[in-house]
């Protein structure tokens, strides 16, 4: 498995197909977030020096994605967690770990301070996965409409392990 910013248009192009199958395979309509204009400007937000878009490829194919953007709102040392998406043929070796603990190591390089995140309680394998991360649960910090929409927050840097945990 290999991880790399999504850059270059091909980068790009593969960060776009991986976010738009996350809605269609969650069922999850993002349209409140406006993801159609966000993945036409891609990078956008995620673009360096305050953000990153980050894709997984195993065998040369894209199976991965995950994004941080600057979350102002909160203060200026702190960052966003988005778009992290494993495909299900490609789940249980460990990638969605990789990717988050990438994004958290970039984070901390850019000078974030804390980490911010929201998903949905159906969503329980992530939810697992941030918790094995560190992070904790914490007030909303946003405006999305879903009232059952669960937050959480990781102070950084936090150690960064050399393997996912069994």
Not at 28 to 53: K, T
Not at 56 to 73: D, N, Q, T, Y
Not at 105 to 118: H, I, K, N, Q
Request: proline share 11%; charged share 20%; glycine share 10%.
């Amino acid at each position: 498995m290999h991880i790399a910013p999504a850059s270059t248009p091909d980068e790009l192009a593969d960060a776009r197909a991986l976010i738009a199958e996350y809605e269609r395979v969650t069922g999850q309509d993002l349209s409140y977030q406006g993801l159609a204009g966000e993945l036409d400007a891609l990078p956008g937000d995620y673009a360096p020096p305050g953000g990153r878009l980050l894709v997984a490829c195993a065998e040369g194919l894209p199976v991965g994605v995950i994004a941080l953007r600057p979350c102002p709102s909160l203060g200026a040392g702190v960052c966003e967690m988005k778009r992290l998406y494993v495909r299900p043929a490609a789940r249980g070796m460990g990638i969605g770990w990789a990717l988050v603990f990438r994004l958290l190591g970039e984070a901390s390089e850019a000078g974030y301070r804390t980490m911010v995140l929201d998903t949905l309680p159906e969503l329980a394998a992530a939810g697992a996965l941030y918790a094995r991360a560190g992070f904790s649960p914490r007030a909303r910090y946003n405006d999305d409409p879903h009232p059952e929409t669960e937050y959480f927050e990781v102070a950084l840097p936090i150690p960064l392990p050399p393997v996912r945990p069994l």
